[in-house]
């Protein structure tokens, strides 16, 4: 029987359009394509290191962002002038600044979403013979005092005593601050002004935090524009005897010395991811939907975690998103462009937040950020988040079926005997986001971690099991305190935020057509395509003979 044959230039075009249909199909949204268009931010310089990686990883997918920092007052002005489309900062607007000048959106409408966590660092440089120090060991009031000019040479008693009895060189301090407007700043005031009160207000004049560090005449300190500044001050031929503060990424991307400071168990700690997550179980989030300050943090209990594990100066970064429909510098490409960007920063980009000194953020809070991204689509509808939500996240924070919990927070390893207060100091070095352990090894996992329970009053003994796992006898849905080691029952109440694995957006019925046509296409190829191939080779084959 004579099989039924096609000319060559007929099976090309067959084939090319079977092919063509297939990657038409297979591409998501090919009907409707992804458009972009550049978006632009200021703020944070705080929060750059990791969003500036961001921006790079999305740049392969045709996002163009540019952030150009400047400092989180900066970022917020700017953002209440209509001059970008999104800021950073580490504190909300304030109403009026503590110069009196207004710090508002100006009437532009916007919502704050976390993007990263991290740690306050004090990085210094002290040499001793040459040598540098990279086990400096201080506690919070000793800090307190040096940023507030009572403490002003190396050898003060107080950081002898800090460091159980080693005693530095008679060298100057040199505290360098920031000199613009920043959210590191205003991370640091709080904390004093929470916790040192007596030694912070008389120095500032009065009480609250301040984003531009006051500066006393005749003192030594150093005002530097922007954290890359004061590292890069710090860290420089003549910055021996220097003590800076800066977001903990920074003295990790240049293998430099911070302090290990005081916590309220009594050990002292570096900000690796691991200290910072724990620190912030303790954490106070804003989770009324119908207040501008949603999602913002009250810090607390971070600052008197007892935790022997929690960096006490652990907070969170906000972007600060527009939502209104009618916003001037907004279109649907650029809201697209945004809303793809937060997604890769809550989710696949929080993976790459330790390695660079910050610590993801838990998914709760991811889950609570999808909720603001949402407001780009309901500003305007054409806006895609298909497939952009909490059960395609990977985020290294996930346990499974507790979105509450921190894995991060779970492995944890305690501290190092040496580190507690009275014994050590240890002679590991910091700076190298690498936790001081007594385990044996960096790895946490290795060490068994510890959920920070501890007995008999001693926050270096652990009970846990090492995997944050609730005991016996505790019901589903209840989680274990890794300050306390106490069960408690998963609740919403007004200090935390619980989310659930649920799509955050339904799937578009046209995006299910898509789909379809994908099946369908992928069969027919598979069926046609064989054939063609069959029939070409059979007319060779007769040509041949």
């Known amino acids: 029987m004579n099989r039924p044959t096609l000319p060559p230039a007929r099976f090309r075009t067959v084939l090319l359009a079977l092919l063509s249909l297939s990657v038409l199909v297979a591409s998501p949204g090919a009907a409707h394509a992804t458009v972009y268009a550049q978006i632009e931010g200021t703020g944070s310089t705080w929060s750059q290191l990791i969003v500036a990686q961001w921006i790079s990883d999305v740049n392969a997918n045709g996002m163009q962002v540019v952030y150009t920092g400047g400092g989180s007052s900066k970022g917020r002005r700017d953002f209440a002038n209509d001059s970008v489309d999104f800021a950073i900062s580490e504190i909300p607007y304030q109403g009026k600044d503590e110069q009196g000048n207004a710090d508002t959106s100006n009437g532009r409408g916007y919502a704050y979403l976390p993007i990263v966590a991290g740690g306050t660092a004090f990085t210094y440089q002290l040499k001793v013979g040459g040598q540098m120090v990279r086990n400096l060991r201080l506690s919070g009031e000793t800090l307190a005092k040096i940023f507030t000019n009572k403490i002003t040479n190396w050898d003060d ?15 100057p301090i040199t505290p360098v601050v920031r000199c613009d407007g920043s959210g590191t700043t205003a991370q640091l005031t709080t904390w004093m002004y929470k916790e040192y009160p007596s030694i912070w207000r008389p120095y500032f004049g009065h009480s609250g935090l301040t984003s531009y560090y006051p500066i006393k005449n005749g003192s030594r300190m150093v005002g530097q524009a922007g954290s890359d500044q004061v590292m ?10 220097d003590i ?37 179980t303790k954490a106070r989030i804003n989770q009324d939907k119908s207040s501008q300050l949603y999602l913002t943090q009250i810090l607390d209990g971070v600052y008197t975690n007892p935790d022997s594990r929690a960096y006490p100066i652990s907070s969170y970064s906000y972007m600060i998103i527009p939502t209104d ?57 054409k806006v895609n988040l298909t497939n952009r939500n909490v059960t395609t996240c990977n985020n290294p924070t996930f346990v499974a079926g507790h979105l509450s919990e921190n894995h991060l927070a779970q492995i944890a390893p305690k501290p190092a005997a040496c580190d507690k207060f009275g014994a050590g100091p240890c002679g590991t070095e910091t700076g190298n986001n690498e936790p001081s352990t007594d385990g044996g090894s960096s790895d946490p996992s290795a060490n068994g971690g510890t959920d ?14 090492g995997k944050g796992n609730a005991p016996p006898g505790s019901t589903p849905g209840s989680t274990v305190d890794p300050a306390t080691g106490a069960v408690t029952e998963a609740q919403g109440g007004s200090d935390t935020i619980y989310a659930n694995a649920t799509q955050l957006v339904s799937d578009r019925p046209a995006d299910d057509r898509a789909f379809g046509w994908l099946a369908a296409a992928e069969l027919l190829a598979l069926v046609l395509v064989p054939g063609i191939f069959v029939v070409s080779r059979t ?7």
């Open 539 to 545: 007319r060779r084959r007769r040509g041949d003979g």
């Open 232 to 241: 890069n001050t710090v860290s420089s031929f003549a910055g021996n005897g």
């Open 325 to 381: 429909a009618t916003d001037p510098r907004m279109t649907t490409a650029k809201r697209q462009t945004l809303a793809d960007f937060l997604y890769y920063s809550l989710c696949q980009g929080q993976s790459k937040a330790g390695p660079y000194g910050y610590s993801p953020l838990p998914l709760n809070l991811v889950q609570a950020g999808f909720s603001q991204i949402a407001k780009l689509k309901k500003a305007d509808p």
């Open 452 to 465: 920070g329970t501890t007995t008999s009053g001693d926050p270096g003994t652990s009970q846990g099991n």
């Open 157 to 171: 008693p107080a950081i002898t005593k800090d460091n159980n009895g080693r005693k530095f060189p008679d060298l």
């Open 244 to 280: 800076g503060y800066v977001e903990y990424s920074y003295p990790v991307n240049k293998n430099y010395p911070v302090v290990k400071v005081l916590n309220k168990a009594g050990y002292f700690v570096e900000p690796t991811q691991y200290n910072t997550a724990v620190a912030l």
